[in-house]
């Protein structure tokens, strides 16, 4: 157990859907990553929180939103859902830069 | 622009020996990170082992060694011993100072009885 935690485990949904993921980070971390994995594109970061504030991002799609709350949790926003978004989506987490990073057990999405 | 490639896809091993899996990167940075990371059947993502670029000697975690050369852009990870429970997925990661993780395309490995 990485101290991370993700809910909920899978989702299943619709195109053009909207749909939340969460994430806890472990306790005291205060970086938030959150990375998508797909067959076709493998593992690809997507964005990082640091302490609430947005530090880096990788390929999100417009589509995606994240924002990390004052607790620390951070929750991934995915809107107009379309079949390829369907992935196994991780949160990961580090102390601070150049840290391990410490994953959740992801969320899979499955877009129908 | 980062870039990592594993390009063993597979791999097999025999219980109880020795394999070595290879990674090659590309970076501009003098300063990054080097991981590998573990995917069992479960899909949980499991550090296994890292490296400072700046550290010259390997790192090792028990039945886990890499053999880090810098200059040519090379990280393998070495296990020995292998065990059935070694089965799994395993990804190369790179970190640079934008902190993000960039993965290579993985090597699944499967243990043998």
């Known amino acids: 157990d990485s101290g991370v935690t993700q809910t909920p485990k899978h989702l299943i949904t619709a195109t053009g859907q909207r749909v939340t993921l969460r994430c806890s980070p472990r306790?005291?971390?205060?970086?938030v990553y959150w990375y998508q994995q797909s067959l076709d594109q493998g593992l690809q970061f997507l964005i990082q929180?640091?302490?609430?504030?947005?530090?880096a991002k990788g390929n999100i799609l417009e589509r995606f939103s994240a924002q990390q709350f004052p607790d620390l949790h951070s929750e991934l926003n995915l809107s107009s859902l379309e079949l390829g978004d369907s992935a196994l989506y991780f949160c990961a987490s580090s102390a601070r830069t150049h840290n391990e990073q410490f994953f959740g057990p992801g969320t899979r999405l499955t877009v129908l | 622009a980062q870039t990592v490639t594993q390009s063993q896809p597979e791999m097999s091993v025999q219980e109880a020996e020795t394999v070595t899996l290879s990674c090659t990167y590309d970076t501009s940075e003098n300063n990054y990170y080097l991981f590998w990371y573990k995917q069992p059947p479960s899909r949980q993502m499991i550090l296994v082992i890292r490296q400072e670029a700046y550290k010259q000697q390997n790192a090792t975690e028990n039945r886990f060694s890499v053999n880090f050369q810098k200059a040519a852009k090379s990280f393998s990870l070495k296990i020995s011993d292998s065990q059935l429970g070694d089965t799994a997925m395993y990804f190369c990661a790179l970190e640079t100072s934008g902190s993000r993780l960039t993965f290579g395309e993985g090597t699944q490995l499967t243990v043998n009885p």
């Open positions: 929180y640091y302490n609430g504030e947005e530090r």
């Open positions: 306790s005291g971390d205060l970086s």
